[in-house]
Every structure is written in C-alpha cells, then in structure tokens.
C-alpha cells in the first residue's frame, strides 16, 4: 500500500467548511513526512462520502473517490484501479 496518511505527522496548512460542486471542502494540508492530502465530504448519497487524496514527496499518488473507486500511482510506471465493486 502506498506509504503517507492524512492522519499522520502535523499540518502546515489546513481548512474546512468550504462547499462547491456537490461536495463540502473539509480539509488539506501537508504532513511532516511532506505529504500532502485534501479531503471531501460527499454527503450521505456517495458510495464513499469522505473522499479524499494524497501526494507523497516520492511522486506517487492515491485518489478515494466518492463513488467508492479507488486510484494509486506510484509514480514510477505502476498504478492500480479498483472500481469498488
């Protein structure tokens, strides 16, 4: 699994509450390893309502997309798409 989270380390930036294009902005910022995240609330009719995605400092990339689809690139020739089905 690609390395990095939302979750870890402390944020140089991040923000919330913000709407447009069906979706509630909920957050993003950059981690302590360098790692950058946005998060989306899609509300309760996605099949995935919390989607969010990352870039790491190593170039690679993971999408959770809110009709529950999934995306990684590793950004060195691999990449992996699963529907979510």
Not at 12 to 41: F, L
Not at 58 to 74: A, F, K, M, V, W
């Amino acid at each position: 699994m690609p390395q990095g989270s939302s979750g870890s380390g402390s944020n140089a930036s991040s923000g919330g509450g913000s709407t447009g294009g069906g979706y509630t902005y909920t957050g993003s910022g950059t981690n302590s390893q360098g790692n950058h995240y946005c998060s989306r609330d899609y509300g309760a009719g996605a099949s995935n309502s919390n989607s969010y995605h990352y870039s790491n400092g190593n170039g690679s990339y993971y999408y959770s997309n809110p009709n529950g689809s999934t995306y990684y690139n590793s950004g060195n020739g691999y990449s992996s798409y699963n529907s979510g089905k």
